[in-house]
């Protein structure tokens, strides 16, 4: 099992994925999402169990993640879908446990 626990930012909430292997299916990962933004309380209804090989590419229909993340989510730039699949990475061994991180800083203009 893989956990990842996402900081979204300005909103000020905090998301947990866990991502567990299923003991028949070795490409099928259950997860359990729980966070205090509503928005992904809805997507962790119905994304509760994804391909770990549809999840890590574009092409055909892409990732469910994504998917879902369009139908639930109201904001583009959350971090939480790209949190999602980097657990589901890991936890299928398809990456390295590593955080990611994105920082951001405001430049003054020179005017």
Excluded: N, W
């Excluded at 003991?23 to 962790?44: G, M, P, T």
């Amino acid at each position: 099992m893989v956990k990842a626990e996402i900081h979204s930012g300005v909103c000020g909430f905090v998301t947990t994925v866990e991502a567990r292997r299923d003991e028949r299916d070795h490409q099928c990962f259950h997860l359990k999402i729980i966070s205090d933004c509503k928005a992904c309380q809805r997507l962790a209804q119905e994304l509760t169990e994804v391909d770990a090989f549809r999840e890590i590419t574009f092409r055909g229909e892409g990732p469910l993640t994504h998917q879902m993340a369009a139908k639930y989510l109201t904001h583009s730039a959350c971090p939480v879908p790209a949190g999602i699949l980097k657990a589901v990475e890991v936890a299928a061994g398809l990456a390295l446990p590593k955080d990611s991180i994105i920082k951001i800083s405001r430049e003054q203009s020179e005017e």
